[in-house]
């Protein structure tokens, strides 16, 4: 196994976008440049969204931008076994605990609100005796509880991050009440067990990222370096999303060559300096990640 290891790690809920094919150019060419290996998983936890049309849709769409991967490995939704062993693994060594909040309950709760605005889970909760919890309907969700620990790694991209998991976040759910398993849990377990060293991916995730590494040091998994990407936007500085459907790769195919969409993400990422037509491999030899802006790339 190659001492670098990249992902490419799309949700195969509908056409690549250009935002995700963004972050799986730079996730390639970091893997690339240090001579690594790439590995591609389809993160399909919603098995009512996720399809294998989409998934192979997405393969193709890498493939035409020339982001070649060296193997793939199970999806999520072929994972509950590993990750239930997880699961097993993280009640030994902290406290997961079951909960019965939902979303309304703990919106109409007075308690303090984490960095991304969702309100901390009380510890009312968690304190519940054996017979309350007993005297509960329904399944429960179960939660991890956050520690007053503070998790601190520094991301490539936009330097040295910290949070405290009990002020910051709070206790985290695992496994939801139907059963699912949380994308938190399942990234960790996934990456590691693929050897995965580098993730590579938009910025909107380096907030879920110091709940990852608690994971990551609970499970005895090697911690693996981070690069949160900067968010595409249009010129109003709006974020584009999966419902920018000019800005998915069926309809981009159309309109562009694969090297005049790379050209252009390169050029207003800070990565080339002019605005031309490039294939992935030959920016490979431009690539460096201080060439990367910081903010917002602006795309129409
Ligand atoms: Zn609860």
Request: glycine content about 12%; overall charge positive.
């Given at each position: 196994m190659s001492a670098v290891v990249g992902r490419f790690a799309p949700t195969p809920s509908g056409r690549m976008h250009l935002g995700n094919a963004f972050a799986y150019l730079l996730a390639w060419l970091s893997a690339r440049s240090g001579g690594g290996e790439v590995v591609l998983r389809m993160e399909d936890l919603d098995t009512q969204r996720c399809t294998e049309e989409f998934a192979e849709g997405i393969r193709q769409d890498l493939r035409w931008l020339g982001l070649e991967w060296d193997r793939e490995t199970p999806p999520q939704r072929l994972r509950t076994e590993a990750y239930e062993a997880a699961l097993e693994k993280l009640r030994k060594k902290a406290n997961v605990f079951p909960c019965w909040c939902t979303r309304g309950s703990l919106n109409l709760i007075n308690a303090p609100h984490a960095a991304d605005g969702h309100p901390i889970h009380p510890a009312s909760c968690r304190l519940r005796t054996p017979e309350e919890r007993r005297s509960m309907k329904g399944a429960p969700a179960w939660r991890l509880e956050a520690p007053d620990l503070t998790i601190r790694f520094t991301d490539g991209v936009f330097g040295p991050y910290e949070e405290n998991?009990?002020?910051?976040?709070?206790d985290f759910v695992?496994?939801?009440?139907?059963?699912v398993f949380v994308y938190q849990l399942a990234v960790v377990v996934d990456d590691g067990e693929a050897g995965v060293t580098q993730v590579v991916r938009g910025c909107d995730l380096l907030s879920s990222t110091p709940r990852q590494l608690y994971l990551c040091r609970l499970l005895d998994l090697p911690e693996p370096a981070y690069w949160h990407v900067p968010m595409l936007t249009d010129s109003t500085g709006r974020k584009l999303s999966k419902?920018?459907?000019?800005?998915?790769l069926g309809q981009l195919r159309q309109r562009h060559r694969p090297e005049e969409l790379i050209g252009m993400l390169a050029f207003r990422s800070g990565l080339t300096e002019r605005e031309e037509a490039i294939s992935a491999k030959e920016l490979l030899g431009e690539?460096?990640?201080?060439?990367?802006?910081k903010d917002d790339i602006v795309i129409c």
């Open positions: 998991l009990m002020t910051g976040c709070g695992l496994r939801r009440a139907d059963g419902r920018d459907a000019a800005m998915d690539f460096r990640w201080d060439k990367l802006k």
